[in-house]
Structure formats: C-alpha cells, structure tokens
C-alpha cells in the first residue's frame, strides 16, 4: 500500500527561497518550555508561594504541608483570556490527607478555572479556559499539619484538543527540535504547521511534558 503525505513544508521552502534572494530573509529563535516554572521540583521549591503551608523538597517532589484546614503551593503563569490550556501533574497521598488541584485567578484557595476534586494518586491531565492574564495554579493539601506529595506539573497552550506551539505574528516556522532533536515536519511524523488564517503554530504528535524543552526556528514573513 502507498501512503502519500502532503506536506505544506514544500512551499514553504519555495517562500523561503524567495526571501532569501530578496535579501529580507530572517531567522529567530523561539522556546516553548511549560508556563509553569520548576514544575519538577528536582532542588527547590523555587517559583511557588506557600499559602497556609510550608513547602519543602522531597524526593525531588515538593511536598506541601497544611498550617490550617487547608493549605496550598501556588504559582503564577502568564496566559491569554479565552485561551484553552492543558494542565498535567502527578500527586501522592501522604498522612492519608485530601489533595486538589486548584486553577483560579488569585493566590487562594478559589477554583475559579478548574477544581480537580478530591485525587487519586497518579498523573491527571486536564485543561481549563483562561478568564484572567495572569492565572494561579495551587497545589493543595488537606489537614492542619498534614502533607501531599506534587511532581511534574506543567501547562501548555492548546487548541481545545492538542498542545500547540504559536509563534509571533509575521512569523513562520521553519525548522522544530525537541530536547535538542531536530524533529520531522508531517502529520505522519513529529508535528504539523498549521495556519488559522491569523497566526502559524506547530502542533507535536506527542504532548510535551514537565520536562520536554521546544524550539521552533521562525523566519520573517
């Protein structure tokens, strides 16, 4: 059986030519990491705030633990109101304690985004609607005194379903590499270029995670 694969990356190509000879042609780098920052806690707990709660480094985990009925670790990322986001974390019982997940617009204990319930231990992936240009993502912990375990925490933009990765205005991506690696361009392979009429984006075949660093090399259009 045959499998053919259209590629818009062949005219691409042909548009890149074209600037190169006109002499306008210019390349930039842009990254992609998760909004959140240090959502790995592999030394600290650097980037996040305690509220009601001290927050401590544990097997490269942070653990939140409650000085009041609840308390919380919560971090600040910056995002785009209307904009869908995918959010995934991994969470651990300890002390037998309830543990959320909380996305609001304010460093306290509302869920005006997304309220995970009571969890699970284990890795949840869910997304939520930004309302706000700032949006606070909040670790919980339930139980004066009582600890859970966060790791892995990471954020993306997506386009209701897929993570994608949206390069400025009047760019267009060229080339793509994830953790180093270039990457190969097709909806059979690593990513797709898509264009929505307004702005390119790149959409990878396999979500990022917590730990997954993007590149995309953009060229003025």
């Known amino acids: 059986m045959t499998v ?30 998760s909004l959140v920052t240090n959502g790995t806690f592999d030394t600290d707990t650097t980037g996040w705030t305690a509220f009601i709660s001290t927050l401590t480094v544990d097997t490269q985990r942070i653990k939140v633990t409650a000085t009041g009925t609840y308390g919380a670790a919560g971090q ?7 904009k869908t986001y995918r959010l995934q974390f991994s969470a651990t019982n300890n002390d037998a304690v309830n543990m959320f997940v909380f996305v609001g617009t304010g460093l306290d204990l509302n869920a005006q985004n997304y309220d995970s319930g009571a969890l699970s231990n284990g890795v949840t992936t869910a997304s939520f609607t930004a309302t706000a240009t700032t949006t606070w993502v909040k670790l919980v912990a339930q139980g004066n005194t009582l600890s859970a375990f966060f790791d892995n925490v990471s954020v993306f933009e997506t386009d209701g379903t897929d993570v994608v990765h949206r390069i400025p205005k009047g760019w267009v991506p060229k080339d793509v590499f994830e953790d180093g690696l270039l990457q190969r361009e097709g909806a059979a392979h690593d990513y797709e270029v898509v264009y929505d009429g307004f702005d390119y984006y790149v959409k990878p075949a396999v979500a990022p995670s917590a730990i997954t660093t993007t590149c995309v090399i953009g060229v003025r259009k």
């Open 76 to 82: 600040a990322i910056a995002t785009k109101i209307g």
């Open 4 to 33: 053919i694969i259209e590629k818009p990356a062949i005219n691409l190509r042909e548009e890149l030519t074209d600037l190169r000879n006109q002499g306008t042609y210019q390349e930039q780098q842009f990254y992609f990491d």
